[in-house]
C-alpha cells in the first residue's frame, strides 16, 4: 500500500509562499495506545509547513521498541520522499504502520529528522501535549488566530433570499486561510436552517456542529453553516455564532462588497 502519511491542508491564499521546516517542541508530546504510553518525551521535533499538517517526531529511545514490528507497508512524504514503517502491535491490539521515519532525507532541512520516528495521527487513539489531549493534527506552531468583534456589516444570500444580516460579527482571521466571518444567531434566518447531524473538530477551536438548508424545490443543501457551542478556551469569542460556507450560499458581503474566495474551501 502506498500513501501520503502528510495529509494536505485546506487550500491556501493564493500568495502563499511554500514553506518547510523543522522545529523544536518545547511541550512534551505523549501517543497512547491499547490504553499504553507507546511514546513520550520532552525533545521532539515538529516537521511543519504551509502546504501539509504538522508531524511530530521522536527521538528512537522514547519510543517503546519492543511495540514495534518491521512492516511492508509503504509510504512516499509528499515533501520528505520514501519512508519506512513499522507496525505497533500491543498483543491485544495491532495497528499497521502506525510508525514511520525517512530512509533518506532529500535535503538539510529534514537531516534533523534522521533516525526519529513519526506516528500517523488515526493510527493511535490518544495525543497529548503536556496533560491536555490534542485532536485532528498537532497544532502548528506558526499558525495564529485572532477573533476580532468587528462593527463591519456581514450579509449572506441563498436562493437570492438575505438569511444573515449582522453589524456584530465577530471576524477570524487564521493564518494564510480566508476570514471567516462569525454572526449572533438572533442576525440569522434560523428558519431557513436545520441541525445537521454532522460535527467535526478542529485542534485550535473544539467540536463544530452544523446545519443545512431546505431549498424551495425540496432538496436539502447540507451543511452550509457550522458553529462552536463550546469552543476551546483560547478562542471564547465565537462561542455560539453561526459562520456560513462560501461556496454554500449565492454570495457574502462585507461592508456591501462581496467576499471573494479561493476555488475550494474546507471546514471552519
Excluded at 134 to 154: E, K, M, N, Q, T
Excluded at 175 to 199: C, G, I, K, N
Excluded at 213 to 219: E, Q, Y
Amino acid at each position: 500500500m502506498t500513501t501520503d502519511p502528510s495529509p494536505k491542508l485546506q487550500p491556501r491564499e493564493p500568495l502563499t509562499p511554500q514553506l518547510v521546516n523543522v522545529l523544536h517542541s518545547p511541550k512534551r508530546i505523549r501517543v497512547e495506545f491499547a490504553g499504553k504510553t507507546i511514546a513520550d518525551s520532552r525533545d521532539v521535533l515538529v516537521l511543519r509547513s504551509n502546504q501539509f499538517l504538522p508531524t511530530y517526531f521522536f527521538p528512537a529511545d522514547a519510543v517503546k521498541q519492543s511495540l514495534l514490528k518491521a512492516s511492508g507497508y509503504k509510504k512516499q512524504h509528499v515533501a520528505g520522499g520514501e519512508t519506512r514503517s513499522w507496525d505497533l502491535d500491543t498483543g491485544e491490539r495491532f495497528s499497521e504502520g502506525a510508525a514511520w521515519s525517512f530512509v533518506t532525507p532529500p535535503n538539510e532541512t529534514f537531516a534533523p529528522l534522521v533516525g526519529r520516528v513519526a506516528f500517523d495521527w488515526k493510527s493511535v487513539d490518544h495525543w497529548f501535549e503536556e496533560d491536555e489531549e490534542v485532536f485532528v493534527h498537532p497544532r502548528d506552531p506558526y499558525a495564529r488566530i485572532d477573533a476580532l468583534h468587528s462593527s463591519s456589516h456581514v450579509q449572506v444570500w441563498l436562493e437570492s433570499e438575505l438569511i444573515a444580516d449582522s453589524r456584530r460579527p465577530v471576524l477570524l482571521f487564521e493564518t494564510h486561510l480566508p476570514t471567516r466571518f462569525y454572526l449572533p444567531a438572533s442576525d440569522v434566518r434560523l428558519d431557513r436552517l436545520v441541525p445537521s447531524e454532522l460535527t467535526t473538530r478542529c485542534p485550535y477551536k473544539g467540536v463544530a456542529s452544523y446545519w443545512s438548508a431546505p431549498l424551495r424545490d425540496g432538496s436539502v443543501r447540507e451543511n452550509v453553516a457550522w458553529s462552536y457551542k463550546d469552543p476551546i478556551p483560547e478562542i471564547p469569542k465565537i462561542k455560539g455564532l453561526i459562520a456560513f460556507y462560501p461556496q454554500a450560499v449565492d454570495r457574502i458581503h462585507l461592508d456591501g462588497t462581496p467576499v471573494s474566495w479561493p476555488a475550494t474551501s474546507s471546514p471552519n
